[in-house]
């Protein structure tokens, strides 16, 4: 039997609470990393302790479990680890077999028809299809506001305002939002309030020790960060944790434990892979700023982002994605540059430990983003020199696509113009005869 682990987690640096933080439950498991228990079926010694299961499980009580679904000890291993990390203020965590569940099942906890809901205008481009399809569906007058309204968002409440739902930075535009300011307005009228902030991840931004209530990640990124994966994760605080576990039991929500167990292994060298990979990211972003076909890099942390002061002010730090805004002349016109990279995969998601760049895409009703002319990156751990290289290439092919559509278009323009001259040569010998 191991000795009972005295020290208090939540005192400790990141780094360590990301090594230790979950685990030291059970004093007879010897081993470094807690089981991987698949089980559905759990046995009861008898009605009394089926009864009490019953209670327990109803009480939120994660040790005595009566199904499987209600998880196992690898499950909450994981759990703790994720509380730890997002600070005092949580309460109970959960995980989901995708991302989009972790963002769609707690709006679901807190809206019902006839209530307003409030979405970034930046949100995640299938949160947004949901609420624009399946909330509107069922009722809910689903409104998007300006990622950048800070404490403005109060004149957007009405009486029946629910719940404001946030991304910060905005997916493919990366606009950092107040979310202290738009958490501050909500509390005071008693509105919920739920964020995306799976780009900062729990290393940089804390968003429930600035008043939110539900903190939401893609732990297929960052937190298992091997692209072998797909799960969301919910953290929440003591206000709203009753009632998200209470829909997340009745929609049957649950990540599987071989998942589980990937994502926990994952979650303990998160730190060096994100710090390895923004390392990266910033010589190439340094690169880039340098090409001439590069009309900005948008990336909070440089102090020519339009979001760089509330990154300064509310972050610690960045990870490794970010968006390339070309020049105009190369609206539409992506594609070459895109298709000759070798090193960089097409791929959507992100976080994993390779490089992926796609164009950018998504909705927009409050502000129109220039998307046809920008890229999004996402750096994984490789050379960063090796990276460039392959940037190189696709810039090359962008030029070569150009140069011949150039020549196709002098060419186009020669033929008509000769053909134009035959033309009136031939009208002219006609009238003289």
């Known amino acids: 039997m191991l000795p009972a682990m005295t020290i208090d987690i939540s005192k400790l640096k990141p780094a360590t609470q990301l090594v230790h933080a979950g685990r030291h439950d059970d004093p007879d498991w010897i081993y470094v990393n807690p089981p991987v228990i698949r089980a559905s079926t759990v046995l009861h010694d008898s009605v009394a302790d089926m009864l009490s299961r019953i209670e327990s499980a ?33 309460a109970g965590a959960w995980a989901f077999s995708s991302g989009l569940g972790a963002c769609t099942t707690p709006l679901m906890a807190f809206l019902k028809a006839g209530d307003h809901a409030l979405f970034a205008d930046s949100i995640y481009g299938p949160t947004r299809e949901f609420a624009e399809s399946i909330l509107r569906r069922f009722g809910v007058d689903v409104e998007f506001f300006d990622p950048t309204i800070g404490e403005g968002i109060e004149a957007l409440f ?10 910060s930075p905005g997916s493919h535009s990366f606009e950092l939002m107040d979310v202290p300011a738009v958490a501050a307005k909500c509390r005071a009228h008693g509105i919920k ?20 209530d539900m903190v939401i990640h893609a732990a297929t990124k960052y937190i298992a960060g091997h692209s072998d994966l797909t799960m969301g994760v919910v953290i929440c605080n003591a206000d709203v944790w009753p009632q998200v576990y209470k829909t997340v039991s ?10 589980i167990y990937l994502a926990y292994r994952g979650l303990h060298t ?29 990336y909070p942390p440089l102090k020519s982002d339009p979001s760089h002061e509330i990154w300064k002010r509310d972050y610690t730090g960045a990870t490794s994605l970010f968006a390339v805004r070309f020049k105009p002349e190369f609206e539409g016109k992506l594609d070459p540059f895109v298709d000759a990279l070798e090193l960089f995969g097409r791929g959507y998601s992100w976080g994993g ?16 983003v220039p998307f046809r ?3 999004r990156v996402a750096v994984g751990l490789e050379d960063p020199a090796d990276l460039i290289a392959d940037l190189e290439r696709g810039f090359a092919a962008l030029h070569r696509e150009r140069e011949r559509a ?11 113009a000769i053909e134009s001259t035959l033309g009136r040569g031939r009208e002219k010998s006609e009238k003289q005869s």
Request: glycine residues 6%; aromatic residues 10%.
């Open 58 to 90: 109803e009480a939120m009580r994660p040790d005595r479990p009566t199904y499987g679904t209600h998880g196992s000890a690898t499950h909450h291993a994981f759990f703790r680890a994720l509380m730890a990390l997002e600070g005092p203020k949580a």
């Open 158 to 167: 009405r009486p029946n305002t629910a719940l404001v739902m946030m991304e």
């Open 193 to 212: 309030t739920a964020i995306d902030n799976t780009w900062a991840t729990p290393l940089y931004f804390k968003p429930l020790e600035v008043g939110v």
């Open 250 to 259: 009745q929609f049957g929500e649950f990540a599987s434990p071989d998942d």
């Open 270 to 298: 998160m730190k060096v892979r994100v710090e390895a990979a923004a390392k990266n990211a910033r010589t190439i972003i340094e690169w880039l700023l340098e090409r001439p076909e590069v009309e900005a890099v948008l």
């Open 353 to 368: 430990y390779e490089s992926l760049l796609i164009e950018s895409y998504g909705d927009r009703s409050v502000k129109p």
């Open 373 to 375: 002319r920008m890229v």
């Open 406 to 416: 150039s020549q196709s278009g002098l060419k186009r323009f020669l033929t008509k």
